[in-house]
């Protein structure tokens, strides 16, 4: 086990997660896998081995700190990227199943390369836009958690991705520093989305000291008919009180 790998394996056991031989495999499949599709298409501005682990895999996992995970069975992840953090999740527990939508197709590929290669079962990766996705009726207040990292405002992200949790789960919006506005500003959605806000917390990533924030939302009503509005809209429009 090299330093990176160690030191990898060690942070997370400081939060009591203890990784077999076959996770750690899979993580460095899943990142020699990144690195080589990233120079076929924009996947992460991050190849450093050791910042995808701390950057990108570790920051996936931090979700758990904050929602046990023995709690969730259905996940969804909306916009997912290269797969973050849906994919580091479903490596370091199995049971979930988990759903990811992204709107770019050629991610797709990769996630379902990856999906593959690393024998991950229980993923269905959906080439889509989160707005007509959510029109799909065995997608639609489903989930019991619904994650997002990076995507968009809250008040964007709310309309995104709350059509798709089940009554009384969560929805958990991975961001960065400050977002103490943004929060702000995210009252009047959740008011019109049925939701309320649980919690909110903020934390360091260790070594590099990178300010991340995970914002928890639970959903206490079934989502109007009217919400998602179209595809665009939310972005162009977001749910936010008018002056």
Known sequence: ????????????????????????????????ELIEW????????????GQV????????????FYIPMDTVHTLIDIGSGAGFPSIPLKIVYPHL??????????????LQHIVSSINLDTISCIHGRAEDAARNLKLRNHYDLATARAVARLSVLNELCLPFVRENGLFAAMKGSDIHDEVQESAYSLKQLLSELKGVHSFELPIEQAQRSIVIIEKIGRTPAKYPRKAGVPSKEPLVKKR
């Open 1 to 32: 086990m090299d330093d990176v790998v160690q030191k990898f394996s060690s942070l997370l056991e400081e939060k009591g997660i203890k990784l077999t031989p076959r996770q750690l495999s899979q993580f460095e499949a899943y990142y020699l």
């Open 38 to 49: 990233n120079e076929k298409m924009n996947l992460t501005g991050i190849t450093d081995r």
């Open 53 to 64: 682990y701390l950057k990108h895999f570790y920051d996936s996992i931090s979700l758990s």
């Open 97 to 110: 199943e988990i759903t990811i939508i992204d709107s770019l197709n050629k991610r797709i590929q990769f």
